[in-house]
């Protein structure tokens, strides 16, 4: 069923990248502008969310991923595939997403920033560990992350933005008041156009793989956000920042995903296909679960 998969050929450049670490920048600034100072420093006092946060995305999604692997036998491209997406950190897109959902969104950009800094060491080391968990040793070549460059990247796409919006709300609240209801309506479809060009692009290689991974994506996709959902109210983390968490494990760094799998991977037909269908997949599903929370109402003293 997976053979076809080595054949598929997808469109990708280091340009399409820099456009989307500029639109997650946006993302990060516009949540920004519905931030307080207060809230974050709350979230550095009383850090237990933030780290449960960390915790599913260092420890439950690895851990799924690896379980998947041995349950289902799966080739070792998609075994690889898979293994790779659970080792990135979470995307910025998940804070804008915590925002819309009514969930804790300073937690949403906390476990974000610590997870994307953290990568260069942890993303190499979890991935091979899995590997090794999952009896893949050798089959592909040691991956590593340019320190240099994962610190730029956070600091240029994450935490500039994230002190450029706070900066506008603190200096000029008139103005950051305005901006937000626009401002949340454009990045909103910005998300949105991110997944029509994605599909758009690689229409022809997409539909041809669909089908054949849509088990795999979606089961690993509705794993993960069950699972941070389960372990964040099994710790007894607020309502809104068992969203925030829930949302930053279903919302990984695609971008990197894909970036790793043709920098160390030859982009890999079967792995390239993987986290090409999982971009899309992760946006969709987790857009519909934004949207059915951004009408849910939150519990009695929890918003």
Known sequence: MFDALDQVALQFS???LQLINVAQ?????GVALHLQPAGLRRVGEHPKAVVVGLGVQWLLLPALAVLLVLSFELPAALACGLLLIACC???SAATFLSLLARGNAAVAIATASIAMLASAVLTPLLFALCRRLAGLDG???ALSLDATLVLRTTL????LPLAAGLALRQWQPRLALRLRGPLKLALGLLLGLFVVVALQRNAAALRGIVLALMPLVAGFHAASLLGAWLLAALLRT???ERRAITLCAGVSNAGLSMLL???FFGGDGAMAALVAWWSVWRLLASGALTLFWSRAPLPAGAA
């Open 238 to 240: 607020a309502a809104p």
């Open 89 to 91: 950190p979470g995307g």
């Open 156 to 159: 240029l796409y994450l935490l």
């Open 261 to 263: 799998v043709f920098t």
């Open 139 to 141: 089959v592909h070549g």
């Open 25 to 29: 920048a946006l993302l990060v600034f």
């Open 14 to 16: 280091p340009a399409q």
